[in-house]
């Protein structure tokens, strides 16, 4: 079994632009906070298609990022929330799979009725993975994250069961956690309840681990990690206080990042931030659909056009930086950008040679994001 290391970090990014200053970021919450995050590339299906790109430029981002900062350390490319309708274009390029089976999960009824349709196919997407690639040529996660009702740790506990009897060699799983995880934006709900059934959640791995023979470095997965910083201090205590590691997925944050570093480079990227914001209002509908169970944009809340025409750079950046102590942040509008990097594709003629032109900009945005308001939330709190 090809085995991650204890902590990982979903680094992913839309337009595969920023996989240097992602590692990077890594590299520098090393050396601030001594704990080294196994980076991994994750790009969804549902991203690729909505982009139109292939999982090849995944890798290539990834690879090339290790290369040019001679990075020697493990790394992988992960094929993020895939089904067997999606899982073949992954196969050569991934060594990282998210296997999801949320939508066979049943609404109704025992556990075995809700979960086992579930995880019988996850079992059947992980052989045909294996089938193709060799068991031993990747890592395997389980996600059923997208669905609206929280599993609880007895519901964990079930599905490892199941999951260890189907023979999968699960070593991260993405259950459904109390409260509301949206795109780009703080953790909402009850945070003490949370941290009790994440406090469960871990005693259940470990027993796992011990009585159904599951990998021993199992570990939970946290997806739409993005910016979850209320949370980010209880999970924080809680893998030091039980001696486990976590993967934590963030993608979204890193393109909010990018539209931030745009506005503050220059006048032409300011225009073109606030172009794509423009554009998105009249397509509210078919951008928010497809992430219906993970985001809240409150329309009210919206500025129109004409006001955000009359910001300057840094108005923007208040805006839409992930600042609760700043007046001015609007979670809707960043919630509303998470969702139309759709927008941005569409103007890839102007928007990606901006990503290139102003990348020192933007990755500065993009390594203090990940490593002083992620990572750090994490270790240091
Ligand atoms: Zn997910």
Redesign the pocket.
């Known amino acids: 079994m090809m085995k991650i290391g204890k902590y990982s970090f979903g680094t992913g990014d839309r337009f595969a632009h920023e996989g240097v200053n992602q590692l990077k970021a890594l590299i520098e919450a090393e050396k601030l906070f001594g704990v080294h995050f196994v980076p991994v590339w994750n790009k969804?299906n549902r991203e690729h298609d909505i982009i139109g790109t292939e999982p090849i430029s995944t890798r290539k981002e990834a690879d090339a990022a290790v290369k040019a900062l001679g990075y020697k350390d493990q790394y992988f490319v992960d094929a993020?929330?895939i089904n067997m309708h999606n899982v073949d274009r992954f196969i050569d390029c991934c060594d990282f799979f998210?296997i999801?089976v949320a939508d066979y999960i049943g609404h109704t009824g025992t556990m075995e009725e809700r979960f086992l349709p579930a995880i019988k196919e996850a079992g059947k997407i992980y052989r045909h993975i294996a089938g193709k690639k060799g068991a031993d040529n990747f890592v395997t996660e389980v996600?059923m994250?997208?669905v609206d009702e929280a599993q609880t740790p007895e519901e964990l506990r079930y599905i490892l069961k199941e999951i260890a009897k189907e023979k999968i060699p699960v070593q991260t799983i993405?259950p459904k956690f109390t409260g509301r995880f949206n795109k780009g934006v703080d953790y909402r709900g009850d945070l003490e309840r949370f941290e009790k059934e994440f406090e469960q959640d871990l005693l259940v791995i470990d027993e796992a681990i011990k009585e159904y023979g599951l990998p021993e470095n199992l570990k939970l997965s946290i997806?739409?990690g993005s910016d979850k910083f209320s949370i980010y201090p209880i999970m924080g205590r809680l893998i030091r206080k039980y001696d486990k590691g976590i993967h934590i997925?963030t993608a979204g944050t890193t393109w909010l990042e990018e539209n931030i570093g745009l506005a503050l480079a220059a006048p032409e990227g300011l225009a073109l931030a606030k172009k794509i914001y423009v554009n998105s209002l009249g397509r509210m509908e078919e951008l928010t659909v497809p992430y219906a169970t993970v985001i809240d944009v409150d329309v009210k809340a919206l500025p129109s056009p004409e006001e955000v025409e009359k910001w300057d750079a840094e108005t923007y950046a208040k805006v839409m930086r992930h600042n609760q102590a700043e007046p001015l942040y609007n979670p809707s509008f960043r919630q509303l950008i998470h969702v139309s990097y759709k927008i941005a594709a569409e103007l890839k003629d102007e928007f990606l040679p901006a990503l290139e032109k102003y990348t020192n900009v933007i990755g500065d945005q993009i390594t203090a994001n990940i490593c002083e308001r992620h990572i750090k939330r994490l270790f240091t709190e």
Request: no cysteine; proline share 0%.
């Open positions: 969804s993020d929330h998210t999801d996600s994250d997208e993405a997806h739409s997925k």
